[in-house]
């Protein structure tokens, strides 16, 4: 896999059969006045075209905060990266420079935000924000990105498109807007697109048409996705592989459904079983116990183990690496990993 | 919901229902909310209080140290003056000429900063003028946080008819400049004192603060303890005191600090243009006025109530400033 | 957008009438009066002032003394000075020099404070920044007419570049350093306001979009950025205007322009009641007008207010 990334360096657009984006080993951190925030150690993924990776986590893993390095916008300071790799077609963006880092922007990858009325720009109509695009990255006149501002909309079903494309912000509901966050993302059609908890800020009702107008967008213009919320229920139906963040770091990834059959690592069995069952009436609602940890603070080993119902001394002295995980047999199983000393337990814990 | 793994040509395992999923969701996001807004368990009950975390942050703050230590030391020196200096300020000796220089070596001595023109320690006033200054700062904002806490508290509560008036009001004062409205005012008085100057300054500058408090009373109204404690059954009176008033009290604090600042500059303002305060009470206003007769050979003269002037406005808006950044988070 | 604007205006009458009344009750129902002071330390004869007194309506109850003076004054007539000029005539003459200089002082305020609030806020924590705050501390911490006799000592009796006092109010060259000192205030608060502002909408999440989208920071700055940040600095420009000449009191005294500063502050210590009403109640005026216009320049700025 990572064999042709290097060959291809020279022409971004030539046939390339590498993943779309490949993020190796980066790390993150906050310079902050209480000292460093390690917001991301090492985090290891790839997504390919047509492909929907879900990230999955609670705020403060570092899922947010992956996704802003890959599109460039971290703030920085107090943000720095000092260390790892963000491969776009086999060439690392960290490298690039500012003005082809902004090409990118936009153009090849774009990002949908969680809060579509704060993420739009109050004072301008959606029809002139939607236009950007093409000004930015083509030679369309204002009145050609106009016309295909409207287009876009038609794209993203708003109804009356052509009336309401003069339109501000404001004046859409939350489920329009965020049709408008995402028309502006397929502006370009981009070869990858982020989604930071698109469906989070909406109504329940709404959250799944947004969500299944995203995946048929998806489907049809072959795209990457990359997925990052918390929510267990959008990832089920939309994501084709999970990566479940802890304390800024990978602890498990799987094809979807194997992680929800069987969870090779505690935290994921925990958010798992906190999850309330029609078939479990009655009974208490598991919570995972105690916090997650503070980020300047760090514990040593792995980052759960303090809430960890399986750990034992290893898990407090060395941070466990993402290990293979295999059949009982001794096959891998393909793309599941778990960054758990105790994961063979915890994959037969969860199958009982 | 479809299923659009169908379309994907994903095979649909044996999975947990989507109905339920959906429901965890929602479950996930309140256990989230609960446990992540502050990581560190031992910091969280802390944290709750606004004021507690706006003092850790507080203590840090050269700026707001330098102010506090500068506005100590002006209400000492406002309290009690004659623990700075033995000189009588008003003493006025024609020996000591005003063409004498300021003399370094005479440390807290009646010379130290020179003579004015009728022969006075500009030292000596130096010091006694910082009690009418603090006096009518302290004063003035004492009735303006009052008044204007109070007038600006009911319309923010009661709204409709209430705040229609009040608002009303508030702008028919706030179309009148105060340095202009405080020249009218007091010009009528022949005889004035520092009263009649906290009276005038008090009467035209409440409204500043009723606006501000009105805005903050409408937001913290909003409130879901405000609410919950409405719902309880909370008498009015109760509803203000214990829920509204602490919450809505902070950006008054602030406007409030710096606002103090600014009406010892308008004092200052008032009595140099000869309007304000009069001998014999000694104000740096009054000094820097008369002082301009001898600008031209005796800079010093004007140079020295000028500067404790300006350090003591200086001292009160760097206080606030820093209260407010601490207050802040948005801006932290 | 029309009902807006129509609500506007209604809203400004009551208190217009309310500020002019509070001006016309300090002046006139306080003590001191103005009659007996017009003839000084000689005896004044009691016929006289009766005479003076019906002449200036001053016999009346103070409520018919105002509505006497609001009918006069929609007819355009701002009454006559205990000296016999039509106080039109002596604001004909001040105004314009007034006006002269705070729009002067105005542009200074305008063009250095927003750049030096622009700069300071998109480059925090920088050594600009660090000075633009400090400068404008000292700016806000010195009154005005200290700061007055600064540059009057520095810039004229110093360095000779000009005139301690103003000769000529219509020489434009001579107003610029009345000029300058009168809008110092305002421009440190321009330019903290702007730093703030800028700041604050730096971080917001559309800022974010933007950059999100590829756009040139060029493009984030003067199409997303500014527009937003310029808000709230509009509204504090809008009332300035009319703050900096019911300000020039003390300015317009230390530089000797002959404006309207110079005349009310002599017509409050001569007890000139005519004067000081009329003077007062121009500029009530011109800070109502100047909030009308902030409020709709506001709607036009923002949508969110256009249609709400």
Known sequence: MTTAVDTTKSARQAPYDGPLLDVRDLHVEFVTREGVARAVNGVNYSVSAGETLAVLGESGSGKSVTAQAIMGILDMPPARIPKGEIRYRGQDMLAMGKEERRKIRGQKIAMIFQDALSSLNPVLTVGFQLGEMFRAHTDASRKEAKAKAVELMDRVRIPAAKDRVGDYPHQFSGGMRQRIMIAMALALEPDLIIADEPTTALDVTVQAQVMDLLAELQAEYHMGLILITHDLGVVADVADKIAVMYAGRIVETAPVHELYASPAHPYTRGLLDSIPRLDQKGQELYAIKGLPPNLLRIPPGCAFNPRCPRAQDICRGEVPELFQVTEDDGTEQPGRGSACFFWKETLHGSRS | ?332 | MGSYVLRRVLQMIPVFFGSTLLIFLMVYSLPGDPIVALFGDKAADPAQVAALRQKYYLDQPIWKQYLHYMGNLFQGDFGTSFTGRPVSEIMADAFPVTIRLALMAFVFELVVGLTLGVLSGLRRGSVVDTVVLVLTLVVISIPVFVLAYIAQTVFATNLGWVTPTVQDSTDLSQLILPAIVLGSLSLAFVARLTRTSIGENLRADYIRTATAKGLPRRTIITRHLLRNSLIPVVTFLGTDLGALMGGAIVTEGIFNVQGIGNVLYRAINQKEGPTVVGIVTVLVIVYLVASLLVDLLYAVLDPRIRYA
């Open chain 2, 1 to 332: 919901m479809p299923d659009i793994h169908d379309e994907s040509g994903f095979e649909p395992h044996p999975k947990p229902g989507v109905d339920h999923l959906d429901y965890a969701g929602e479950q996930g996001r309140v256990v989230e909310e609960d446990t992540l807004i502050e990581p560190d368990p031992a910091k969280r009950e802390e944290a709750r209080s606004l004021w507690g975390h706006a003092w850790r942050d507080l203590r840090t703050r050269p700026i707001f140290l330098i102010s506090v230590v500068l506005i100590l030391l002006l209400v000492i020196m406002a309290i009690f003056p004659w623990a700075f200096t033995d000189t009588n300020p008003r003493a006025s000796d024609l020996v000591n000429d005003y063409l004498r220089r300021p003399d370094w070596t005479d440390f807290f001595g009646a010379g130290w900063f020179g003579y004015d023109g009728q022969g006075r320690s500009i030292y000596a006033r130096v010091i006694y003028g910082a009690r009418a200054s603090i006096t009518v700062g302290i004063c003035v904002t004492a009735l303006v946080t009052l008044l204007g806490g109070l007038t600006g508290m009911l319309a923010g509560y009661f709204g409709g008819a209430v705040d229609a008036v009040i608002s009303r009001i508030t702008d028919i004062f706030f179309g009148i400049p105060l340095l202009l409205g405080a020249l009218v005012l007091l010009g009528a008085f022949s005889a004035r004192t520092v009263w009649s100057v906290v009276i005038a300054l008090a009467v035209l500058g409440w409204t500043q603060i009723a606006r501000v408090m009105r805005g903050a009373v409408l937001t913290v109204k909003q409130a879901d303890y405000v609410m919950a404690g409405k719902a309880l059954g909370a008498g009015t009176g109760r509803l203000m005191m214990r829920h509204i008033l602490p919450n809505a009290v902070a950006p008054v604090i602030v406007v409030a600090t710096i606002a103090l600042g600014g009406y010892i500059a308008v004092e200052a303002t008032l009595s140099f243009l000869g309007i304000g305060l009069q001998e014999p009470t000694i104000s740096w206003g009054i000094d820097i006025s008369s002082a301009q007769k001898v600008i031209r050979t005796a800079p010093y003269v004007m140079f020295f109530p000028a500067a404790a002037l300006s350090i003591t406005v200086l001292a009160f808006i760097m206080l606030g400033d820093a209260v407010r950044d601490a207050l802040d988070p948005k801006l932290r």
